[in-house]
Structure formats: structure tokens, C-alpha cells
């Protein structure tokens, strides 16, 4: 399909195909395929074109994913988000599947831009439609030396403690300085998997060096909110399908005040 | 500047303030109920409850007990099964316009008044766009009017979805323990890294 906000973007500078091409080191004729939607760029192809057009490189792998109810300006803020942090912990409550579905893409691809090591936990199908859309933007070594999926099916029957000890930390992160993890629909409890890699990375001296990128999501018609406000206390960020905030409830914040209810105060 | 006002001696919100309460707990819950009530009665406020008959029916004795005949008599209730249309539809431009009838009386005296709605409505109903509109409607009216008003809903009913939802209607959000800002009211607080 035609990239009509391309071709747009491009004429809101004055520039020609040709000029473009010439500044995003590429030839004339692969940049108009680019622009007529019949081809679509590498990563570094993209990042290169977003430069000299001043956009974000992301918005090639948005298209993808067709989703018309997408919104784009405030995508561009978690994705800046993704790209501007190394660590933190997030909790992700999301109401729409596809814009879960394209976080998760900017999650590892601004994760592969900053060469961290990405690691997703998911059902098998949605690690599937992720690795298929990443083979349209990253090579396969790409892919194989900077993301590991896990299909949480393989895992069902084992106990967490033995999975994270046994499965994920046999994983080479030395050569990397940051790690992101990006958690599925799992329990939240003190053996949950991510409470049990936490307690090993900062335990362990060497791991605790590296940044590490958290981010748990959940659908938000599938929990309730006395358990959502339950988690928001743990988490100090809080994200939907728009927006990364601080987690209101986040018990060890200097950001936010949080006051007895009303009826503690009478008490005090 | 916005003109502030006490919601306790240890918190002041501006004159409009619309907080969401979330409760879990019964007990807690009226003693919230209470509590509020005391602080509104203490600054010469009149209250509006728009409770269920159940919750109503074990506050009434404590309110008996707490406060004199006088300060009774600034507290009025309406039952939140005949105000939600509970048995019916959720109607919610007919909600919204009943809320603003039944305030009206105490406008025109130039009565200052603090309501608390409890908010319920049948389980098997999916009303999520519906609370959405009313929410957002509740929340222009509060600031419209300078009310003080607080929207309480069991939080064991409610997903997680409906509640982001109504945290963006909702300035202030409570807890049966926890009085925060909601981070994201007007979806205007993004975190800058």
C-alpha cells in the first residue's frame, strides 16, 4: 500500500525522492519503492530515512500491524519512552489486543536499537505473529542474538523457581549491559517468574550492574480492579494502551503523596 | 489561582474535587462514609448519600449516634437503586439531569452540599461505555457546579479496564486506606523519562 504519510512528510520539507535517497544513503529507485509501499525497509534503512525527515523510525513497522483505532500520538510517547529508559518496572493493563501486540514490537525493536537483550514470555501463537513480524524488520541473527522467546505452554507443569533457575539464567546476558523482560498474563505472587528473576539479579552482584527493563501486562477486562490497585502498589510505573504515568499507589515513590483514607485521618 | 478547600485538616483540594473510591472492605467503607460526612458537617456543609438500602440501613444508627438532631437534618438520602435505574436501564442523561434537579433547591438557597454516590447497577449488564459518558458528564457537572463529590464502586465488581477508564474522570482516588492524585486525570500527567 501507497505511504501516503511518507510521501507527505517528505513534500512538508521541500525535498525530492532523489535528495532523500541521496541523504539516507540509498538509491533513488529503492526509495520510491519504499514510498509506493513495495518495499519495506531494514531497520537501519528506516532509522536512516526517519532522520533526514525527522520522524520516528517506527512508524514503517505501525503500518504493519493495520490498526485504523491506533493512536499514533500518544504510541509515539510510550515508544519514546521505550527508547529513552534502560530499566524501570511497568505495569501494563491493556484494553485492546493489537495495541498490546504493537508495544511489544516497539518494546524489542527500540530494545534492538539500544542493544539490549530482550526476553519474552507469551503462548506460543503470540511469540509466532511477534517473530513474524520482526522477520520483516530485523535479519534472523538479528533476531536469534537479541531476542528469546519463551512459550509459556513448554513451561506449564514445571515449578517457576526451576524455570527461571534452570531455563532463563542459562541465558548468555554478559555481553550485554541492559536486559528487557516482557512478562504475559501471569500470576502476581511472591514465586511468580518475575519476583523470582528479581530476587536473583539483585542478588547476584555482577547482574546487578546491568539495567534491566521490566514491563508485566495484563487485559484489563480479565482483572479486577481491587487487583489492579493491588499491583499498582508494587509498580512504579503504570501503562495502558495511550500512556506511561507514574503508578499512583506505588508505596516507595518520592513522586507522589499518598494519604491515609479518610477515615485513618479522623483517627490520627 | 483555584480556590482550596479541606477535604480533612490534613488534605485541601480545590473546590471542585471529584474523587473515586474503590472499596473492598464494608466496614471500612462506612467508616469512610462516616468520616466524610463529619468533615462536611464540621464546615457547615450539607451531605447527600445516594446509597443502597442494605449499606444505608446499618450507617443510619452510627449517624443516629455520632451527630445531634441539628446536624441530622443536613444529611439527606436517596436510595442509589431507584437513582441508577438499577431495575431498569442506566440512563445516563436521565441520571445525570435528576443529579442536577436534585441539586438545585440547595444551589438556589446558596446551601453548600457534598455528595457521595455509591454506584451500582445490574451485574449482568455490560455498561462500560455507559459509565464512561456519565463519569465524564458527572465530572464536568462537579466542576461546573464546585461540588465536592465522591463516586464509590466495589472494586471486586469492577475490571481493571472500567477502573483506567474512570481514573481518567476522577482527580482524586481512594482506596479503604489510600487518598492519591490520579496520574491519570485528563490523561494530561504523562511521565517524562
Known sequence: MKRTWLIQFRKSKNLTQEQVATSAFIDRGYYSQVETGKRNPGLNIAINIAKVLDFDPLMFYQEHLDHTSFDKVSDYKISEYFRSVDSGEILYVYNSLESHFQHVITFLISGFEKKSYCLIIDHQKNCYQLQEVLGTILTDSEILNYIHFFNKEDLKGFDNRDVVNNLVLQNQFDHFNSIRIWLSEEPNDQNDWLSLLEKHWTMDIKLHEKNILFIRSYNASLISAAMHIKMMRNYPHLMTDLEIVDSPFYKFSNKSFIFPSLFIQKNM | MKKMISLTKYVDVPNAAHILYFFENNNNYIENLLAYIKDG??????????????????????????????????????????????????????????????????????????????????????????????????????????????????????????????????????????????SLYRNTKGLTP
Open chain 2, 41 to 182: 458537617l464540621e464546615r457547615g456543609h450539607h451531605l447527600l448519600i445516594i446509597e443502597n438500602p442494605t449499606i444505608y440501613t446499618m450507617v443510619e444508627p452510627l449517624i443516629g449516634k455520632q451527630f445531634s438532631n441539628e446536624q441530622q437534618k443536613c444529611i439527606h438520602y436517596i436510595d442509589n437503586y431507584s437513582f441508577y435505574g438499577y431495575y431498569g436501564d442506566f440512563h445516563v442523561h436521565n441520571i445525570v439531569e435528576n443529579f442536577g434537579e436534585i441539586l438545585k433547591p440547595f444551589f438556589k438557597d446558596e446551601i453548600s452540599i457534598r455528595t457521595w454516590a455509591h454506584v451500582e447497577w445490574k451485574k449482568l449488564d455490560d455498561i462500560s461505555s455507559e459509565l464512561e459518558e456519565f463519569e465524564n458528564l458527572a465530572d464536568c457537572s462537579v466542576n461546573g457546579m464546585g461540588l465536592m463529590s465522591v463516586c464509590a464502586y466495589a472494586a471486586t465488581d469492577l475490571s481493571a479496564s472500567l477502573q483506567t477508564t474512570l481514573m481518567r474522570s476522577h482527580e482524586y482516588v481512594m482506596t479503604d486506606t489510600e487518598l492519591v492524585r490520579s
